[in-house]
């Protein structure tokens, strides 16, 4: 694994661990924060690893975009990867609800994190396949 793909996983085991001792002390909004950019990071890992170029993008629907063009498959629906688009930009700022119908609550912080928990297994089989 290249020295850049371990720093941007890394920074994703950070950004999961983050969230999880936010979700603990009920601090709902940079638990997402967190947990998206856990997400964002890992699957930058991948296109590091992979010399795709890196799109300055915090979407997760991009970013998944470019792998599948890549014949790159991660475990993440479609659903989920809009839910983690629709956290990036209210959760950094005051623009309102961090999600676009509710308030984040426990139950949505914690549904995040076990998506984010897949998708790093599915990172992590994607670079073990690829070494």
Avoid at 51 to 70: D, F, G, M, W, Y
Wanted: hydrophobic share 40%.
């Amino acid at each position: 694994m290249k020295d850049e793909t371990k720093k941007w996983l890394d920074y994703a085991d950070e950004n999961l661990r983050s969230a999880k001792l936010l979700l603990d002390n009920k601090l709902f909004n940079p638990c997402l924060q967190n947990v998206q950019q856990a997400v964002e990071k890992m699957l930058k890992a991948i296109l590091a690893e992979l010399a795709i170029k890196i799109k300055r993008t915090h979407s997760i629907n991009e970013l998944v975009a470019i792998l599948a063009e890549n014949h790159l498959n991660v475990d993440i629906t479609e659903d989920e990867q809009d839910l983690f688009d629709s956290i990036y930009l209210p959760s950094k700022y005051p623009l309102g609800s961090v999600l676009p119908d509710f308030e984040p609550d426990r139950q949505i912080c914690k549904r995040c994190i076990a998506v984010a928990e897949r998708v790093r297994s599915s990172v992590l089989g994607l670079l073990a396949r690829d070494s």
